[in-house]
T-cell receptor, first 115, second 112 residues
Framework: GAGVSQSPSNKVTEKGKDVELRCDPI?????LYWYRQSLGQGLEFLIY????????KSGLPSDRFSAERTGGSVSTLTIQRTQQEDSAVYLC?????????????FGPGTRLTVL | QKEVEQNSGPLSVPEGAIASLNCTYS??????FFWYRQYSGKSPELIMF????GDKEDGRFTAQLNKASQYVSLLIRDSQPSDSATYLC????????????FGSGTQLTVLP
């Protein structure tokens, strides 16, 4: 079956511009996570959605970052006024539930470069 | 102390040997442990998960968990050059919102 999909695969933007990154989870998965992976910081959690519950935003690095999930499926991560330190690979993952024993499957990622 | 620690490597083993990858974690209440493989330029791919003390085998891979020592490892038997990748240990910490906390990864090279 189809895995997690993300778009675009690559995004180059200028400092100060806004960007939107999209994630389409595996069909039937209720939990969706955003992570980012950068050279200096490794792989770090950003935000988590579970069903219709309020998202856990505890990993967002600043208020320039926001995310929404429409209809319990597709999610969009928005970065406003991008900075060079936002350059990273943004990874989306989904799991069937959000239990402590559920496994997360990652999409291919979006490589963001801020010039 | 980092919440999840791995030796960054690089670790090199000859083809056919056993590769041993280690990970320690700080949160004694953690219950779920995962190993992901990441090829250069690709996203993490789930290899194994383990929840109970002891060994769990899947093909050439064996995950070992020792909660008393807060230690989880991954053994790769009969290592192949195609196993060359970065291996990420991930833990769901107690009290978290179910997100994965990752170690920094161990780079493995299997030499033909």
């Amino acid at each position: 079956g189809a895995g997690v999909s993300q778009s675009p695969s690559n995004k180059v933007t200028e400092k100060g511009k806004d960007v939107e990154l999209r994630c389409d989870p595996i069909s039937g998965h209720t939990a969706l996570y955003w992570y980012r992976q950068s050279l200096g910081q490794g792989l770090e959690f950003l935000i988590y959605f579970q069903g219709n519950s309020a998202p856990d935003k505890s990993g967002l690095p600043s208020d320039r970052f926001s995310a929404e999930r429409t209809g319990g499926s597709v999610s969009t991560l928005t970065i406003q006024r991008t900075q060079q330190e936002d350059s990273a690979v943004y990874l989306c993952a989904s799991s069937f539930l959000a239990g402590v024993f559920d496994t997360q499957y990652f999409g291919p990622g979006t490589r963001l470069t801020v010039l | 102390q980092k919440e999840v620690e791995q030796n960054s490597g690089p670790l090199s083993v000859p083809e056919g040997a056993i590769a041993s990858l280690n990970c320690t974690y700080s949160d004694r209440g953690s219950q779920s442990f995962f190993w992901y493989r990441q090829y250069s330029g690709k996203s993490p791919e789930l290899i194994m998960f383990i929840y109970s003390n002891g060994d769990k085998e899947d093909g050439r891979f064996t995950a070992q968990l020792n909660k008393a020592s807060q230690y989880v490892s991954l053994l790769i038997r009969d290592s192949q050059p195609s196993d060359s990748a970065t291996y990420l240990c991930a833990v769901i910490l107690s009290g978290s919102a179910r997100q994965l906390t990752f170690g920094s990864g161990t780079q493995l090279t299997v030499l033909p």
